[in-house]
């Protein structure tokens, strides 16, 4: 019902930046909670970071707080994930995600009902 698909990622020297993409299709986004996860080899898959249906509210993991920023552009059925000051304990696959619900507080992989093919992002020190 609802496509996703994440660009940008790629490699980036630690305190570098990097813009992830997600595009959407087959319906609006507008009524969904998106959010951004990442997962490693070995490791469950984390939240990372979540945005409202207008956009007004986000949420964000501690581990990205103040160095990540989600938005979204309902009009172009996109979200984005603004990383900046990246770390290398930040390379991990990026997934884009959407949930049909209305609390933005979301972190749980399980409350996300389409899920993109992920972008490697990889941060060197």
């Known amino acids: 019902q609802v496509q996703l698909a994440e660009f940008g990622g790629g490699l980036v020297q630690a305190g570098g930046s990097l813009r992830l993409s997600c595009a959407a299709s087959g319906r609006t986004i507008s009524r969904y909670v998106m959010g951004w996860f990442r997962q490693t080899p070995g490791k469950e898959r984390e939240f990372a970071a979540s945005v409202s249906w207008s956009g007004s509210h986000t949420y964000y993991a501690d581990s990205v707080k103040g160095r990540f920023t989600i938005s979204r552009d309902n009009a172009k059925n996109t979200v984005y994930l603004q990383m900046n000051s990246l770390k290398p304990e930040d390379t991990a696959v990026y997934y884009c995600?959407?949930?049909?619900?209305?609390?933005?507080?979301?972190?749980?992989?399980?409350?996300?009902?389409?899920w993109g093919q992920g972008t490697q992002v990889t941060v060197s020190s």
């Open positions: 995600a959407a949930a049909g619900l209305d609390n933005y507080f979301s972190v749980r992989p399980a409350d996300y009902d389409y």
